[in-house]
C-alpha cells in the first residue's frame, strides 16, 4: 500500500486581467421596442403601489428572467439606486418552473428607492422610443454590435447606458411585486425581506410586536398563525419564506435484547466528538467516556424513549467496532460530549437553532459534531431551512464540521419517493445517507439534491435495514444492552468518527478530511455510482483505505487559500513514460464559502471554480488541458449557458470532483512542452464588492496507473526535485504525534 502524500509548497495568485467588453445580445436574438414598453408600463404600476404604502421605507421589485441566469446576464443598469448597482439590492432569489415543469427561470427581488424605479422607467422609455422611431420597433444583436463600436446619435443617453437597458431587458421577462398566498394554520418560522426598517418596528406598523427570544437573525423569527394571517393580509410581499415550526424525530425501527457490554478501558487522551441528541442515558457500560449535559427545561417531563436515539449515536461513535465488527473501522474509540436538546416525541426546531449556537460557542475544543435529528417535512424547493442555515453560519464562524444524517421516510413511505428533510440540507456540512449491507440505498432512504441542484447527500454509509438482527446495526441504548437498528441515523456517526480520525490524528483541515471523504467514496466510477439516493459513493470500511493506495495508484493532498481570482499551480509533476502519462486521474475540491440563506437559491456567495490537468501553450500562453474539459473560464471562447455551468461543472457548488473512467483499453495522455501538470482555482462572487478574508480550500488528487506500475517513488523524487516538500501520512507517526500533543496539554 501507498500512504497518502501531504505537497507542502507555493500557489500563485494573479488577478483578473480581463475587463467586460461592451454589453451583447446572444448572436441572432433581438429585443422589441414593444417589450421595453411594457417594461416601463410593469415599473409604472409597481411604482404607484409603493407611493401609495410607504411602511417599508422603499420598494420591493421582484424582476422574473427568461431562465436561469449567470450573474453576468443580471440587471446591470435598470433598477441601479444611486452609487448602489443593482447586485448591491437583490434580497431575495427563487427559481419558478413551468407548468410543464420542464423549464426554470431566476426570480430575483431587489429593495430599491423610488427613485431607482424611476429611473429605470425614463430609461426603458427612451431606448423603447429610439428603437421605435431609428430601428422600426426591433434591435438586433447586429444592431447592437455596430452601436458598441460606432456609437449612438439622437438619444438622452451614453452608448453604455443604452446598451446596458437593451440588453437587461432582454434577459427580464416582466417585473411585479411578488406576494404569498400560502394558507400557514400554525406556527411557523418567517423571513421577511429586509427593508430600509428594522425588522421589529417594521412588524408593530402591521400591528405585530415580537420579543427578542422569537428572533434568529435580523429577518427570521417565529410567529404564531394569528400573526401570520395579519402580515399575509396587511402585507403579503414582505413574506420571502415559511416553515412549520415543529418538527420531530422519525422512529427507527429496531430489537432488543440483553446482551451487555461490560468491559472497556477508561479513557485517556481519545479525541472529543460532540453529539446533539436526545439524552444520554448513563446506565450504559461505557458511560465513562461520554460527558453528557441535559439542555432542555428541567420541567419538560422524560420517559425511557427520550434517551434511546441518543445513546444509541454516542455508542457507535464511542465502541461502534465491538458490537459490528464487519464494520471496524480502524479508527479507534473516541470520547463523547453528548448534549441532550430534544425529546423523541417531538421538538421544537427554533429552540433547538438557539441551542446550537450556544453548545458549539461554548466547546470551541469540538471540531467534529454528530446531529442525527431531523424533519419528517421535506425541505424548500426556493431556500434553504433555517435550521441548515444556522448550521453553515455556526461552521464557518467556529471553524468546526458537522456530521448530518439524512433523514428517514417512515414506514408507510418506503414506496415513495421523498425528499430530505431539515437540516439535512446543510450544504456545508457531510448529509450521509444509508445503505443496507450490500450498499444500496436503504428503504428509507430520501433523496437530494438541494435547491434543484446542490448535490444531496454528501456520501452513503451502512446504515442497516431488514428485519433481521443480522441485516441492521447493533448500538446500546441503555440497561437492557444491545438493540439492533437502522437509519440514517446510525449511519451519520460513522462517518464522523471518519472525519475526527481524519482531522484530530492526522491533523487535517476540515476541508481536506471532506475532500478525502468524497474521493474515496466516489472511486473510478464515479458516473455509475453517483445519485440523489447516495451522494458521490459510499465511503470505504476501513480508514486505511482514505489514507492508503493501491500500489498502482499515488494520493497527495494540498491546501491553499484563494485570495485573488485565481489561485494556481503549474509545477506537478507527474510521471511519464515514453512521450505519455500512463495515469487515470481524479481531483476533488473542497470549500466552505459563506452562505446567505436570504439570497434563496443563491444561497452560496462564493464559487470556486477547479481546473486540473496538463500544462500546454496555446497562444503563447501556459494553460491547462483540464481533464473534464472545463471551458468555463476561457470569456469568449465558448458559450457555457449558467443551467449547464451549474449541471455539469457543479457551478457554485461547495464540492467540485473531476474523473476520468476507467475504460476496458488504457489510453495514455500525451505530454506536453513541460511535462507538467496543474491546479488553478478560479474564484468568482456573487455580491459586490471584495470577499474580504482568504477562503481556504483542500484538494485531493489521486492517479492511478494504467498498467499496473508502481510510481509513487518517482512521484516524490520528482517532486522533491521540483521544490515541494513532500510529506508521507503515515498513522502510527501520526497517532504517536497526537498522543504526545494531548499529553503536552494535560501537563500544562
Not at 439516493?533 to 492508503?548: A, F, K, M, N, S
Not at 516524490?716 to 498513522?731: F, S
Request: include cysteine.
Amino acid at each position: 500500500m501507498n500512504r497518502i502524500l501531504r505537497l507542502k509548497g507555493r500557489f500563485d495568485s494573479r488577478k483578473n486581467s480581463r475587463r467586460p467588453g461592451a454589453p451583447q445580445l446572444p448572436k441572432g436574438t433581438k429585443v422589441s421596442s414593444k417589450h421595453l414598453y411594457a417594461l416601463c408600463d410593469q415599473l409604472k404600476e409597481i411604482r404607484s403601489y409603493w407611493n401609495r404604502d410607504t411602511r417599508i421605507g422603499g420598494a420591493l421589485v421582484s424582476v422574473h428572467y427568461t431562465c436561469i441566469v449567470a450573474k453576468s446576464n443580471r440587471l446591470c443598469r435598470l433598477l441601479t439606486d444611486g452609487a448602489k448597482k443593482p447586485v448591491a439590492t437583490v434580497c431575495g432569489a427563487k427559481f419558478e418552473w413551468n407548468k410543464e415543469r420542464t423549464h426554470q427561470w431566476h426570480i430575483f427581488t431587489h429593495f430599491v428607492s423610488l427613485s431607482a424605479i424611476d429611473d429605470a422607467v425614463i430609461q426603458l422609455s427612451e431606448a423603447a422610443d429610439w428603437i421605435e422611431k431609428k430601428r422600426e420597433g426591433c434591435i438586433t444583436s447586429e444592431d447592437v454590435s455596430r452601436i458598441s463600436t460606432e456609437g449612438i446619435a439622437g438619444i438622452g443617453m451614453s452608448k453604455t447606458t443604452f446598451l446596458e437597458v437593451v440588453r437587461d431587458s432582454f434577459y427580464v421577462s416582466r417585473f411585479d411585486i411578488d406576494r404569498v398566498i400560502d394558507t400557514i394554520q400554525s406556527e411557523s418560522i418567517i423571513t421577511i425581506y429586509q427593508t430600509a426598517v428594522e425588522t421589529k418596528r417594521l412588524l408593530a406598523k402591521f400591528g405585530i410586536r415580537i420579543v427578542d427570544d422569537r428572533i434568529i437573525d435580523r429577518t427570521t423569527l417565529r410567529l404564531r398563525p394569528d400573526e401570520i394571517q395579519k402580515l399575509q393580509t396587511e402585507a403579503p410581499y414582505l413574506i420571502a419564506m415559511n416553515v412549520t415550526d415543529f418538527t420531530k424525530l422519525i422512529p427507527e425501527d429496531g430489537l432488543r435484547c440483553g446482551i451487555e457490554h461490560t468491559m472497556i478501558p477508561s479513557p485517556k487522551n481519545e479525541p472529543v466528538i460532540g453529539v446533539i441528541d436526545t439524552l444520554f442515558d448513563r446506565q450504559v457500560y461505557f458511560r465513562e467516556w461520554v460527558e453528557d449535559y441535559r439542555m432542555m427545561d428541567e420541567a419538560i417531563p422524560i420517559s425511557p424513549e427520550d434517551y434511546r436515539h441518543g445513546t444509541a449515536v454516542s455508542s457507535i461513535l464511542v465502541d461502534g467496532p465491538r458490537g459490528n465488527p464487519n464494520l471496524d473501522d480502524g479508527c479507534g474509540r473516541f470520547r463523547v460530549r453528548h448534549f441532550g436538546v430534544a425529546t423523541a416525541s417531538g421538538f421544537s426546531s427554533f429552540a433547538v437553532l438557539r441551542m446550537i449556537r450556544s453548545i458549539v460557542a461554548n466547546h470551541p475544543d469540538i471540531k467534529v459534531w454528530n446531529l442525527s435529528l431531523g424533519s419528517p417535512r421535506e425541505i424548500p424547493e426556493n431556500f434553504i431551512s433555517p435550521e441548515a442555515s444556522e448550521i453553515d453560519r455556526i461552521q464557518n464562524e467556529y471553524d468546526v464540521i458537522f456530521v448530518v444524517a439524512g433523514t428517514n421516510k417512515s414506514i408507510h413511505e418506503k414506496n415513495i419517493v421523498k425528499k430530505i428533510g431539515a437540516p439535512a440540507d446543510s450544504l456545508n456540512s457531510v448529509v450521509v445517507n444509508a445503505t443496507d449491507f450490500g450498499g444500496k440505498p436503504a428503504s428509507y432512504t430520501r433523496v437530494g439534491p438541494v435547491l434543484s441542484f446542490f448535490k444531496k447527500p454528501d456520501v452513503s454509509y451502512y446504515g442497516g435495514d431488514g428485519t433481521t438482527a443480522q441485516e441492521k446495526i447493533v448500538v446500546c441504548q441503555g440497561a437492557l444492552g444491545a438493540s439492533y437498528v437502522s437509519g440514517t441515523s446510525f449511519a451519520a456517526p460513522w462517518i464522523a468518527r471518519k472525519l475526527a480520525y481524519l482531522i484530530y490524528v492526522m491533523g487535517l483541515s476540515r476541508e481536506l478530511a471532506k475532500a478525502l471523504l468524497i474521493d474515496a467514496a466516489a472511486g473510478w466510477d464515479r458516473q455509475d455510482r453517483i445519485s440523489n439516493e447516495l451522494g458521490y459513493g459510499v465511503v470505504p470500511t476501513h480508514i486505511r483505505d482514505i489514507i492508503q493506495t493501491r500500489e498502482d495508484e499515488i494520493r497527495f493532498v494540498l491546501t491553499g487559500k484563494a485570495e485573488e481570482y485565481e489561485t494556481f499551480t503549474y509545477n506537478l509533476p507527474v510521471p511519464a513514460d515514453k512521450g505519455k502519462h500512463p495515469f487515470y486521474a481524479r481531483a476533488t475540491l473542497v470549500y466552505f464559502p459563506v452562505c446567505d440563506r436570504n439570497q434563496g437559491v443563491d444561497y452560496t456567495r462564493t464559487e470556486l471554480d477547479l481546473h486540473f490537468g496538463r500544462i500546454h501553450k496555446k497562444n503563447g500562453k501556459a494553460t491547462i488541458k483540464d481533464v473534464q474539459g472545463n471551458e468555463q473560464a476561457d470569456a469568449g471562447l465558448h458559450v457555457i449557458y449558467e443551467e449547464e455551468a451549474r449541471r455539469v461543472y457543479r457551478k457554485w457548488d461547495n464540492i467540485k470532483h473531476v474523473s476520468d473512467v476507467i475504460a476496458k483499453k488504457a489510453a495514455p495522455r500525451k505530454m506536453y512542452e513541460s511535462g507538467l501538470w496543474g491546479i488553478s482555482i478560479k474564484a468568482k462572487e456573487r455580491t459586490a464588492g471584495k470577499r474580504g478574508e482568504a477562503l481556504p480550500f483542500g484538494v485531493v488528487v489521486t492517479l492511478k496507473e494504467m498498467y499496473g506500475h508502481n510510481r509513487y517513488a518517482d512521484f516524490i523524487k520528482e517532486c522533491t526535485m521540483r521544490g515541494w516538500l513532500v510529506n508521507q501520512l503515515d498513522a502510527e507517526n501520526q497517532l504517536a504525534i497526537y498522543a504526545k500533543a494531548e499529553e503536552e496539554l494535560r501537563l500544562e
